[in-house]
């Protein structure tokens, strides 16, 4: 009758070890996530958003070669950001590349999903096309893409209005303004 005891205490002992044998490396797992976790939390350490804070402090100082290579940067970490895309191409037309520019400029327009932000992109690669490089035929094509991409939106009116006259009157498309 006194060993009934003495088998309980360690019946109980048993499963404790067992237990803690057990599921021991996942109490020890969850306490060095959250111990991890007090010290770098997680959210903090990744980016959701471009940080453009260096790259424009360098355009503003007109260090237009730095501001290049941190936007570039940007662009590797976040490649389909057409506000990042613009932003090269419009540093690449401060340093006069042209080209350059322009390849940025329609890069960033294939990311683009709003008529009201592909408006001002196209608007700004007509100027570059017909002031810089001389291509009517490039600015035409423009129009008319946005036109295919957007053709519902209040914008486009004006767009088909704008490369109907252009069209017709022989001039580069984006003189007419």
Not at 124 to 140: A, D, G, M, N, V
Request: aromatic letters at 10%; a neutral charge; one cysteine or more.
């Amino acid at each position: 009758l006194a060993a009934v005891p003495l088998f309980m205490i360690f019946a109980i002992l048993g499963l404790f070890v067992s237990g803690a044998a057990l599921y021991g490396p996942l109490g020890v797992s969850f306490f060095s996530r959250l111990l991890v976790d007090l010290v770098m939390p997680a959210e903090r350490s990744k980016t959701h958003e471009p940080r453009y804070a260096p790259a424009e402090a360098l355009e503003r100082d007109c260090d237009y070669a730095g501001a290049l290579n941190e936007y570039l940067v940007i662009a590797r970490v976040f490649p389909r950001d057409p506000a990042v895309l613009a932003r090269i191409g419009e540093i690449h037309m401060k340093i006069e590349q042209p080209q350059e520019a322009v390849r940025w400029f329609e890069r960033a327009l294939v990311c683009i999903d709003s008529a009201e932000k592909s408006l001002q992109v196209t608007n700004r690669l007509c100027t570059i096309y017909s002031r810089q490089l001389q291509s009517p035929l490039e600015t035409q094509r423009l129009l008319a893409e946005y036109i295919g991409k957007f053709p519902d939106t209040p914008y486009a009116v004006s767009v088909r209005e704008r490369l109907a006259r252009l069209t017709e009157s022989g001039r580069r498309p984006c003189e007419s303004g």
